[in-house]
């Protein structure tokens, strides 16, 4: 497999990113990122519970960069070995992933790679979804937007805290709870100021990506992508090597 020694090299190291990207969020997740405090809004007869986040750790961020710049090589080092089956030497061979239909670029992109190969290309690219709207679930997409994201600025992080129960709050009084996400405040009618002294049981989700850019992706999401790139696409690529 020569051909696909040095994608899947990257992919490969792809990984290991991967798995230091897991590492680190169960590092975090078990340092008890989630700290309570209590007080009360006497003007407005509310009990408050703040809850308060750690910042998540710079150097995920940056991992999670070089995960997605290996995933992404990989595919234009792909590109460029199979051009190479043709060229001696190809120049300006990039793997295309496009939202909308442009057989300009993809002809400019793939000059040297066989026909068959092409057409395989073109079947992957995130327009060829039989709804439009569906481009931003493409993996493929996700993972250029968010390597595109990565090359300007490094990828942002979030948190998403899920409140599931609450331990001592009698389930007739749930209707009374307000919440404020973005805050982190939790308020009842001061009179449930009792039940409120055990902790909710609480759940934390590190979110990657950039709402306003269309994409948000948590550790599931990441590990999609590279199970789709290293899984599915580049063995349909290997009977052009044999």
Known sequence: MPGLADPYLKT??????????????????DSKPITITHEDDLENQRHLVRLNVKDIPEKIAL???????????????????????????????????LEERDDKRINEWTRGV?????????????????????????????????????????????KNVTITQFPDLPRQHLGLIDYDHDAGIISVPIFLKSSMRSAPTASLNVIFGDSHEGIECDIKGLEAIYEFVADAVLPKFLPFFG
């Not at 995960?67 to 060229?87: G, M, P, V």
């Open 12 to 29: 490969a190291r792809a990984k290991e990113h991967l798995s230091e990207i897991q590492d680190r969020l169960h590092a975090f997740l």
């Open 114 to 158: 066989p026909e068959a190969a092409v057409a395989i290309i073109k079947s992957l690219q995130p327009y060829t979804g039989q709804d439009p709207t569906a481009v931003g679930s493409h993996l493929l997409w996700r993972l250029n937007l968010m390597c595109n994201i990565d090359k300007h600025r490094r990828v942002p992080t979030d």
């Open 63 to 97: 991992v999670v960069g070089d995960f997605l710049y290996c995933l992404r090589s990989s595919l234009d080092q792909l590109l460029w070995a199979l051009a190479h089956t043709t060229k001696p030497y190809p120049r300006n061979t990039q793997f295309p992933i």
